[in-house]
């Protein structure tokens, strides 16, 4: 699946268990004495936060 074929609703649903995964991963990182750019999926999760929240940006911009 596509973050351009997500509706908004979808959008604001992925972008939240994006961000719960990523408090996961750093209390892992954490717990684990690790940095978290030493967890490979954290990087990947990372990059999938920013695109969705672009993404949600770029439609909240453009709303009249």
């Known amino acids: 699946m ?3 074929d ?7 649903a ?3 268990f994006v961000l719960i995964d990523l408090k996961d991963l750093e209390a892992a990182a ?3 004495g ?3 750019d030493r967890i490979p999926a954290y990087r990947e ?5 920013n ?3 672009h993404k949600l940006l770029n439609i ?3 709303l009249e």
Do not use: F, P, Q
């Open 2 to 4: 596509k973050i351009e």
């Open 6 to 12: 997500l509706s908004i609703t979808e959008l604001k």
């Open 14 to 16: 992925a972008y939240d």
């Open 30 to 32: 954490k717990d684990k």
């Open 34 to 36: 690790l940095s978290v």
């Open 45 to 49: 999760v990372k990059d999938i936060e």
């Open 51 to 53: 695109r969705l929240y």
């Open 60 to 62: 909240t911009r453009d």
